[in-house]
């Protein structure tokens, strides 16, 4: 499978915006998505993550009641909608496929990456 994630872009604290990850190659529901973040000098952190089916969804602590994860396997593709944004979330984000549809653990692996889309937050 391969991901394409978009969406980012500059915006003010305090604001929105929605992220994509669109798959192509194979059907998105074989697959747990995650989304992942990296800000500059800083190491990779998992945000979230949602399973097949949008059953179960995983959001760390410093994005819970923000940020919310879902999925549309119809239009092969998961969203990230990004509220009350900080500036502490700028970062370059990414989304990630685990090959276990059930998986949304954050310590687990991931078998498929996107590039990265710049989400900026300003103050």
């Known amino acids: 499978v391969q991901l394409q994630a978009s969406g980012g872009g500059l915006v003010q604290a305090g604001g929105s915006l929605r992220l994509s990850c669109a798959a192509s190659g194979r059907a998105l529901s074989n697959y747990a998505i995650g989304w992942f973040r990296q800000a500059p000098g800083k190491e990779r952190e998992p945000v979230t993550a949602?399973?097949?089916?949008?059953?179960?969804?995983w959001y760390a602590d410093s994005v819970e009641g923000r940020f919310t994860i879902s999925r549309d396997n119809a239009k092969n593709t998961a969203y990230l909608q990004m509220n009350s944004l900080k500036p502490e979330d700028t970062a370059v984000y990414y989304c990630?496929?685990?090959?276990?549809?059930?998986?949304?653990?954050?310590?687990?692996?991931?078998?498929?990456w996107g590039q990265g889309t710049l989400v900026t937050v300003s103050s």
């Open positions: 990630a496929a685990n090959r276990d549809p059930f998986e949304i653990r954050p310590e687990r692996g991931y078998d498929y």
């Open positions: 949602i399973s097949w089916s949008g059953s179960s969804t």
